[in-house]
């Protein structure tokens, strides 16, 4: 019986190992130049935001293009 409990551990292991997590690192006030993938746009009292993985962008203009600015969740 022994033999098939560590069988089972082995294999719960193994299946967890292709779990991938994402940590932002990037403080609020960061400015990126290209926003992750399949992130939700979102408009809250006419602004425009996007939401990725629970980090918020708010795209601003400069003389290069769009960039993002990372912001605090809005309210």
């Given at each position: 019986?022994?033999?098939?409990?560590?069988?089972a551990?082995?294999?719960s292991s193994a299946a967890n190992n292709n779990t991938t997590v994402v940590i932002n690192t990037m403080p609020v006030g960061s400015v990126v130049a290209v926003l992750p993938?399949?992130?939700a746009?979102?408009?809250?009292?006419d602004?425009?935001?996007y939401s990725c993985d629970n980090?918020?962008?708010k795209p601003q203009y400069q003389a290069s293009g769009v960039t993002y600015l990372i912001v605090n969740?809005?309210?």
């Open positions: 019986m022994i033999a098939g409990t560590t069988a551990v082995v294999a993938p399949n992130c746009q979102v408009t809250r009292a602004v425009t935001y980090v918020w962008y969740p809005p309210e």
